[in-house]
């Protein structure tokens, strides 16, 4: 389900709308798989979302789920927010307060029997883990319990889409575990595509089969998570997913499978990816690499092992402490690079390694960690 | 105070009411939810009425409605409808005076409903009609309900345009008001009396129902 859909593509999104600012130019495609429409706020991620909803307009382009058209300036199409057949999930859920949640998510079946309604309010109610609380009015929910009633009111109508703005930024932390498991769930259950919104780099990654990459109002990479967390093309897409480590590198050689990088004045090797199409590099160009802080393998000083690539002596100038995780900053021997190295580790391996108390360490970088981008082109 | 007159006053004021829904709700919904080019002119006609004397408004009632004018020949001639001097009259005078008030406080109720509401209930499938009956007007209906309280009772209590366009027949178009002022003039102080504290009733019943309605808590 990863990145040969592009050949059968569910959703084929072309839409261009002038906006205050910028103009909007958004094109992707996606499989039947977890789209997470990812960038800083006021990128157009919303207004894209909003377009394919019907409930905002596209200057043009063409809006397409499987083979039904929902809008085509080409050839004047244009089919009504009513007949779109999309689930929207806005941001702040926009539950009707006069209704209860059975008669929320009965909403959408207005034209269904009686028995029916009842029936899939039931399937839906347990599907959501809403059991018990059908008669009661939204503000008597807590914010997980709108979300997922608004989720179940979405899916009620079978729609062929699930739409989901920015679906966690009004709740807890503590709360998006729970929920992005059971969007997962209800999309491998439907069979649907979902497309969420969001700003978040953690409910991005844990959601996101696919990733679209997009600021100010332009597609900067769209593909697997994998490749753009991990291979992100350009230094732009690198700083947006939380690359911290960014390093100006001069290529010195290139072997099989393999480039030898100068990294100021250390060798450091970077893997090529087959299933990425970055461009050859040549000998003596000037590149930027990326290494996530969290892919450093670090060691105490003297607990040394000869013989392994990207090995390097380094000691720590600088942390940063956080609940869960520690960001360090280490200074390469004999290095003259400018920036110091950004690490993450969880606080129980920098106990473990006694990193409170001895400050020269040892790193180890796997060359598959060490991704050379390939330039500010989108 | 004379029966004959309570009954005209309530079947002019429940015309006039239901005329204001039909014809203000509409307008209400569209101020409340479109900016367009022309609005404040909009507003500013449809909130005349309030401002204008009443003789003034019903003076050009007459007019129109009337045989002077084409329209009113055309009402009696081909559609044999008479408005003037019939309480089916007063009430689109009292209508006329009474809509600006129903739309102002239903366009506040209406401007309250998020209108992301209004947009996911039309992915939901349904229409604007049907968004608008199913969500809108459920959740305008403490301003709409105070709306309709106001006007019911400026319909009932109208007087200067009622009496241009429907006169003062006893029996057919003498409304509460009407009657106290004819009272005065007969020097029957104490019909003038009777009639005016039922007028103070059914101005205070719409009052409570009024406030009833803005304090309705949203079930």
Avoid at chain 1, 163 to 177: G, Q
Avoid at chain 1, 189 to 203: A, F, N, Q
Avoid at chain 2, 142 to 162: H, I, M, N, P, S
């Amino acid at each position: 389900m990863r990145d040969g859909n592009a050949a059968m593509a569910m959703v084929n999104v072309a839409v261009r709308r002038r906006m205050r600012g910028f103009d909007l130019d958004i094109a992707f495609s996606a499989g039947t798989e977890m789209v997470v429409l990812f960038g800083p706020s006021g990128a157009g991620k919303s207004m894209t979302l909003k377009t394919i909803a019907g409930i905002a307009r596209a200057d043009a382009g063409r809006i397409a789920i499987g083979d039904r058209v929902l809008y085509d300036s080409a050839a004047d199409i244009d089919v009504p927010v009513r007949q779109r057949s999309v689930g929207y999930v806005p941001q702040g859920f926009a539950l009707f307060p006069h209704l209860s949640v059975a008669q929320n998510i009965a909403f959408g079946l207005n034209g269904a029997s009686a028995d029916r309604r009842r029936d899939a309010v039931r399937e839906l109610v347990a599907a959501t883990g809403l059991v018990g609380l059908e008669e009661r009015r939204p503000r008597q929910l807590s914010g997980g319990q709108q979300q997922r009633v608004a989720l179940a009111r979405a899916l009620a109508a079978q729609p062929a889409i699930l739409l989901l703005d920015e679906p966690f930024s009004a709740l807890d932390t503590a709360l998006h575990a729970d929920l992005r498991e059971l969007i997962s769930a209800l999309q491998a259950e439907r069979g649907i595509p979902v497309l969420i919104v969001t700003h978040d780099l953690s409910d991005a990654f844990s959601l996101g089969d696919r990733v679209i990459v997009i600021e100010a109002g332009r597609v900067m990479q769209q593909g697997a998570r994998e490749d753009i967390f991990y291979r992100p093309a350009t230094r732009r897409v690198a700083e947006l997913v939380g690359t911290r480590n960014i390093l100006p590198m001069a290529v010195r050689g290139i072997g099989d499978g393999q480039v030898t990088l100068d990294w100021a004045g250390r060798d450091i090797e970077a893997g090529i990816y087959p299933s990425h199409d970055a461009p050859p590099v040549s000998v003596g160009q000037a590149v930027e690499a990326s290494i996530r802080p969290t892919q450093i393998m670090i060691r105490r000083q003297g607990d040394t092992y000869e013989g392994r690539r990207n090995v390097f002596l380094a000691t720590i100038v600088r942390e940063i402490m956080g609940a869960e995780v520690y960001r360090l900053f280490a200074r390469i021997d004999g290095s003259q690079a400018r920036d110091d190295l950004e690490i993450e580790l969880p606080t129980y391996t920098y106990f473990r390694l006694g990193l409170d108390r001895f400050k020269e360490i040892e790193l180890s970088i796997r060359p598959e960690a060490v991704h050379i981008m390939h330039g500010d082109r989108a | 105070m004379d029966t004959s007159d309570l009954l005209i006053t309530l079947q002019v004021a429940g015309l006039a009411t239901l005329l204001s829904l039909v014809v203000g709700l509409p307008i209400a919904w569209v101020l409340a939810r479109y900016r367009f080019r022309g609005r404040a002119v909009v507003e500013a006609l449809v909130t005349l009425p309030l401002v204008l004397p009443p003789t003034v408004v019903g003076y050009y009632l007459l007019r129109t409605l009337g045989r002077g004018s084409a329209f009113g020949r055309f009402l009696e001639d081909d559609l044999h409808v008479q408005l003037v001097f019939t309480w089916q009259g007063a009430a689109i005078a009292a209508a006329v005076l009474s809509a600006p008030l129903l739309i102002r406080t239903a366009q506040a109720g209406f401007e309250e409903v998020d209108p992301e509401l209004e947009r996911v209930a039309a992915t939901l499938g349904r229409s604007r009609l049907g968004v608008f009956f199913a969500v809108t007007l459920p959740l305008a209906i403490r301003g709409v309900g105070a709306g309709v309280a106001l006007a019911f009772a400026r319909a009932a209590g109208e007087f200067g345009a009622t009496v241009m366009v429907a006169g003062n027949i006893p029996g057919e178009t003498r409304t509460l008001p009407v009657s106290v002022y004819d009272a005065v003039q007969a020097g029957d102080i104490g019909r003038a009396n009777a009639t005016a504290l039922v007028l103070i009733a059914i101005s205070i019943t719409c009052l409570l129902l009024f406030s009833f309605a803005t304090r309705l808590v949203r079930r």
